[in-house]
């Protein structure tokens, strides 16, 4: 321990006489699709510090999601808050809530972070307020959206991509093969791939999923959540068009390049993974309706730990706005798939021409029109995993039943908010 | 005899060894006991976060976390886990060391074989494994295709997902205790082996009466190490199944891992903390007794 700082003082010190007074910080990132992101942010980060001489910023490669969450909490709560985190959207909700961010407002300085914000595509705004302001920028956002192998649906005698449910289920029977030599369908049933999925298919149910106002209340025993469980669960044991048991997001797309599954749901930030990897005619389509169309949003956003210095916050908000640029947001949707949350990055000839040529990397822009927020609660990992244990029983055991599953979900889901509830909506003064 | 020299020489004695000790003390007090001690005080609050100071609530989190399904499924996981891992894989390492205890250049192949395993990280192993058991496309179903089984969701079906993870922790773990074994056997004396051999014991009875108790000492530490190991590792779980399919690989660290990390219960967490670490030493405890009684020390 006394040997590494010591030795990681003695790189700091080096690195700061040959770079004259840089503020230094440090930018935690995951990257939940492919290693390839992670090179690529890496890069981008060097491209920021060659910039300018003012800041010098530490990419920090973190992994998954949750566990970018965890580990900016555990260097937060050790008296090291990393100055900027790219962060699961719907976790700044409690993040805020539990008082470890700082609004934006404390770093914009003199930018009008209001004008800023509707440059921002309608539906990711709302995972990025808390409490009426903003905690974090958006910077790679996703949405749930169908594949399908175009060479399949030919043999198939299948014209277009499913608008519902019901041409949906009906599609996937004519693609499947039986006993499993050929999956009509398959999607991601692994944690938090999960929740989002079972989200998407309540909301295009007409659903709301949880209470967006308001972070204590979720809504997992209602009619149009019930359905999408049921609906989930009815692809692999009633129709049996895809593999029963949990199955995870490599599985899926390994399961489509190799032509063994001919629909798949993944997020639109796998799209330059299913690009380079498909080798067959592919295409992407919105996410069938059943009362509507609508998906959550997913990805992440930018956000700022509390605890840091006015000079490092000032160095933080110079790399968000660097990042969050419409040139660089759009590069980095380029190279990604994420749509670039910023619309005005649309706008520029770089991408105008890219489009054209990808004209699949404008479905999920298109799907943005029908998206609403990401699930964001009180203690939201916990309040996701009640449905997502439930989603993965109902998709393992054929004599569970939806209904029961939701109550279960529901009953568990109160237990983690109730003391939030308690405290709010439950309290009387 | 009651001279002054003499005295300050007893003294002098007496003092030396607590003086030696005094270093190893300090260190295990400040890295070991004074944590513990925190952790348990800390499961008697109602701590949410690190930095949270909490407020004393006795034994509730013990009582809370006995009643919920949660802990205790990855209590009930965790011992199947102990014991599908333990037993095959310290009898698997007893058996290679068995098989390859005379020196040659095929044993010598074999035997670093079947160490390798020990050497790749748990979480490549994890990593290998998930695509390994992938069902369809994995090598596991690749081969069991050829036998005419049809494809297995591995690490998808509640059912399978934990003995898969059993049979990688296996795989890892045997070549380990192998070489312990492999020691051990370099132990067992010749002569006895010899003597037994002139009695007319044939090769079970020379393996039951003679060389399973000189190897006494050994099977009780790989036991022990192999239960720790049963409790301590989670890469795997994180890497593979992230406790599920539906809790169905949710192992205590794992479980204690989520409450402190991801649900903001450090108080559940730190009661589940110290039942593991009370389970753990009252196991060791026990294999060690009840193995060392079987036990011949060489004197």
């Known amino acids: ?429 | 005899m009651d001279t002054p020299s003499a005295t300050k020489t007893f003294r002098k004695i007496r003092l030396q060894p607590y003086l030696l000790l005094l270093p190893a003390f300090l260190c295990l007090t400040t890295f070991t006991y004074w944590p513990m001690l925190q952790v348990f005080l800390a499961s008697l609050t109602n701590k949410k976060r690190v930095g949270d100071d909490g407020s004393f609530v006795g034994a509730e989190n013990y009582l809370t976390i006995f009643t919920e399904a949660d802990f205790l499924g990855a209590l009930w996981n965790n011992a199947f886990y102990a014991a599908g891992t333990v037993i095959p894989s310290v009898l698997l390492g007893f058996l290679f060391a068995l098989a390859l205890r005379e020196t040659t250049n095929l044993s010598a192949i074999l035997r670093s074989a079947l160490f390798f395993p020990t050497l790749v990280p748990l979480v490549g192993a994890a990593a290998i494994f998930i695509f390994v058991f992938m069902p369809d496309i994995g090598l596991l179903d690749y081969y069991l295709a050829k036998l005419g089984l049809s494809a297995t969701n591995w690490l998808g079906n509640p059912d399978l997902a934990l003995v898969s993870l059993m049979a990688l922790t296996t795989w890892k773990n045997a070549g380990y205790y192998m070489l312990f074994f492999l020691a051990g056997l370099q132990g067992v004396p010749q002569d006895a082996e010899e003597a037994a051999k002139i009695e007319g014991a044939n090769w079970l009875q020379r393996l039951y009466f003679v060389i399973v108790p000189m190897l006494g000492p050994t099977f009780a530490f790989v036991v022990v190490i192999a239960l720790i190991s049963a409790v301590s590792q989670v890469d795997h779980v994180i890497v593979m199944t992230e406790g599920g399919p539906n809790n169905a690989t949710n192992l205590l660290l794992y479980y204690i891992y989520q409450q402190a990390h991801e649900f903001y219960d450090l108080g559940k967490a730190t009661a589940a903390t110290v039942v593991t670490l009370a389970a753990l030493l009252t196991l060791s405890f026990l294999s060690l007794r009840t193995m060392e009684r079987k036990v011949h020390y060489e004197t």
């Open chain 1, 1 to 429: 321990m006394f040997f590494r700082s010591a030795v990681g003082a003695l790189c700091a010190g080096l690195i700061a006489s040959s770079a004259v007074a840089a503020e230094r910080i440090e930018f935690m990132f995951p990257a939940p699709v492919q290693g390839k992101l992670s090179r690529e942010m890496q890069k981008l980060v060097k491209e920021f510090n060659a910039s300018q001489s003012d800041v010098e910023v530490v990419g920090v490669f973190t992994g998954s999601y949750d566990e970018t969450k965890v580990k900016s909490q555990a260097a937060a709560e050790a008296g090291k808050p990393p100055a900027v985190v790219l962060m699961s959207a719907n976790f700044a909700t409690e993040l805020a809530m539990n008082d470890l961010i700082v609004p934006m407002e404390q770093l914009a300085g003199d930018t009008d972070l209001g004008a800023m914000m509707e440059e921002f595509w309608p539906a990711v705004r709302p995972n990025a307020h808390f409490a009426g302001k903003v905690y974090s920028i958006p910077f790679q956002n996703s949405t749930p959206i169908l594949y399908y192998n175009k060479e399949h649906f030919k043999e198939a005698g299948i014209e277009m991509a499913p608008e519902t449910w019901a041409e949906w289920v009906d599609a996937a029977k004519k693609l499947a093969k039986p006993d499993g030599e050929r999956w009509g369908i398959m999607m991601p049933s692994n944690y938090d791939y999960n929740g989002w999925l079972v989200q998407a298919l309540t909301m295009a149910n007409g659903g709301q999923f949880y209470n967006p106002v308001y972070p204590g209340e979720i809504y997992y025993d209602h009619a149009s959540t019930q359905g999408a469980l049921k609906f989930w669960r009815d692809f692999a044991h009633q129709h049996k068009v895809m593999p029963t048991g949990v199955t995870d997001s490599k599985q899926v797309s390994t399961a489509f390049f190799s032509g063994k599954a001919s629909m798949i749901v993944l997020s639109t930030g796998a799209l330059s993974f299913v690009r380079e990897n498909a080798k067959f005619d592919y295409d992407v389509a919105f996410m069938p309706r059943n009362i509507r169309n609508s998906v959550p949003i997913g990805g992440a956003s930018l956000v700022s730990f509390k605890g840091t210095s006015d000079a490092q916050k000032k160095a933080a908000w110079s790399f968000i706005s660097w990042l969050t640029s419409a040139e660089k947001i759009g590069h980095w949707s380029r190279f990604t798939g994420y749509f670039a949350p910023r619309q005005t990055a649309y706008d520029l000839p770089e991408m105008k021409k890219f489009v054209a040529e990808n004209p699949d990397a404008l479905r999920a822009v298109e799907q943005l029109a029908y998206a609403g927020p990401w699930i964001a609660t009180y203690n939201t990992v916990a309040v996701r995993k009640a449905v997502e244990d439930e989603m993965q029983a109902l998709l393992s055991d054929p004599e569970l039943t939806y209904r029961t599953a939701a109550a279960r979900a529901q009953e568990n889901a109160d237990k983690v908010l109730a003391p939030y509830a308690e405290q709010t909506a439950l309290s009387l003064q």
